[in-house]
């Protein structure tokens, strides 16, 4: 069993604030992925790293960032959340060819 | 590029009932196929997989053939419960492209 960690697992904030998610995993594992999904239930990936100072932006344009200065966390900055940043964020991370996802972050925007 | 279709939903079923959810996916070379579950209020799990054709994925009931002559990695479960109500996603990773991808999901509900 895996464990990965995402904080908070709700957030209601006002626009224009400054958000940081938090995703943490404990297998040592080096690929690591973020996912937005939307209320229709779809899967888009954001961004993803295969490993320490490596970060790539992924299928889906995102304003938001992200950074992996250790392989166990993989945080990601909205810098001016917006109304239409409201969804939810999955992180997961991998070992060989199965990902293992976090509970993920429901956030909404006011 | 890689693509994945499933059946769209949603599906409510019986308890007891039979259960198909439709895969077909688009791959260059040899992918490795996959069905994630999502439960309410949670992130997605593995559910099975199938790296080459005809291997069959097997789990708590859930069962899924890899068919390259169709391009098919159906789900199938023969008596579902309650507790199986979730959104099932089917996935590929193809060739060289270390990414997953999802299909779009598919919400199944099964009353008492």
């Known amino acids: 069993e895996a464990d990965i960690y995402q904080t908070p697992r709700y957030l209601v904030i006002g626009t224009g604030k400054k958000i940081t998610l938090e995703c943490s995993q404990t297998?040592?594992?080096?690929?690591m992925y973020w996912y937005q999904q939307d209320p229709g239930m779809e899967l888009h990936l954001i961004h993803y790293?295969?490993?320490?100072?490596?970060?790539e932006k992924g299928d889906l344009s995102s304003e938001s960032t992200v950074s992996r200065i250790r392989t166990e966390h993989f945080p990601l900055t909205l810098e001016s959340a917006r109304p239409s940043h409201t969804s939810q964020y999955l992180c997961?991370?991998?070992?060989?060819?199965?990902?293992?996802f976090g509970p993920g972050t429901r956030l909404l925007v006011l | 590029g890689n693509s994945v279709t499933q059946m769209e939903g949603p599906v409510t079923l019986s308890e007891e009932a039979f259960l198909t959810i439709n895969c077909t996916y688009t791959?260059?070379?040899?992918?490795?196929l996959f069905w994630y579950v999502q439960y309410p209020g949670e992130g997605l799990q593995l559910l099975l997989k199938?790296?080459?054709?005809?291997d069959k994925g097997s789990n708590k009931g859930f069962e899924a053939t890899y068919r390259k002559e169709t391009t098919s990695f159906h789900l199938e479960k023969g008596s579902v419960q309650v507790s199986d109500s979730a959104v099932y996603f089917c996935a590929l990773r193809g060739g060289s492209n270390y990414k997953l991808t999802f299909g779009k999901g598919t919400l199944l509900t099964v009353n008492p």
């Open positions: 791959a260059t070379g040899y992918p490795s």
């Open positions: 199938a790296t080459k054709a005809d």
């Open positions: 997961a991370s991998e070992n060989g060819e199965t990902q293992y």
């Open positions: 297998m040592g594992h080096d690929k």
């Open positions: 790293s295969y490993g320490v100072n490596s970060t």
